[in-house]
């Protein structure tokens, strides 16, 4: 009963959005059994509000036929009307893509950024061979919320000893899968951080890398790195596993990664570069603007930037 009357509550609000941007993802669990989701976005003064609209089981395969009633029947469902739709967001799978591109305008589709990077990285190192989420089927596997539970062994590339990005990523996730899956390893390196006098509760632990999870393979990389000289590598733990005695680890003073990604938050346009000439003098001051933090709330800067950039405002916003 509760339920019924918090969902009208929001079917009646989202029915009355003028504006919104939907997600759909789909994933397989453990059981080998497809679900679907989708998540509704959208403006609320200074905030974003997100509400999932619905995660349920697919009984039928994921072709596009199917997908596109699935979709169309969340939204005739809360009342969405195609006009008040401004992207519908997907990984990129075919499948996916296509029933949006079909069913609500190939416009309206977004291939989500995040997906395209996390597919390039992993494509340069040459990590994994298996596709986007979406088209992943039976052989993806559901990633918990316990990462004590994070497993992903299934189609790892063997290390060939050459020393490359590829290699030492390998050797690194062989390394953490033996740590976490050794009751004596974990318990001998609680024991070293708890007589640095760490509290048991702020002990860090290895990550693991996960095909599915954006940006896995560099935060296993960099947890790895600050416990590396003064725990994993001490001899009560490199003498329980011969791939520790065998790795040299240098921590450099900046990471490419970790360098990469603050020239991305710091960097200012130049407008100077643009070839195509003739830009408004609004736009192109703002182009000369530092590029702002990806973790800056972009609704109050805009509000805080709208009597600056009054055109350009229009069209973010």
Known sequence: MAYEELRSKFAVKIAAVQSLTLTADIWTSQAMKSHSGVTCHSPKGNDMISVELCAKPLDTRCTIAHLRTALRDVCTAWGIKDEAIIAFVTDGGASIKGAVRGEFGVLKHVTCFAH??????????????????????????????????????GDDIQADGSGSLQDLVIRVKKIVRFVRTSTVTTAELLSLRKEKGTPEHKCLKLMQEVRTRWSSAFEMLERFLQLADDDIFAPAISSLHPELTAVAVETPPESIWSEFDQRVRDSAVDASQDAAGGLPIEFRQYLNRPACSRRENLFVLWDQLKAEYLHVYKVAM
């Open 116 to 153: 395209l990077l996390n597919g390039i990285d992993q494509a340069a190192i040459g990590l994994h061979t298996t596709t986007v989420p979406s088209e992943a089927g039976a052989e993806l596997r559901e990633v918990p919320d316990n990462e004590e539970d994070l497993d992903d062994d």
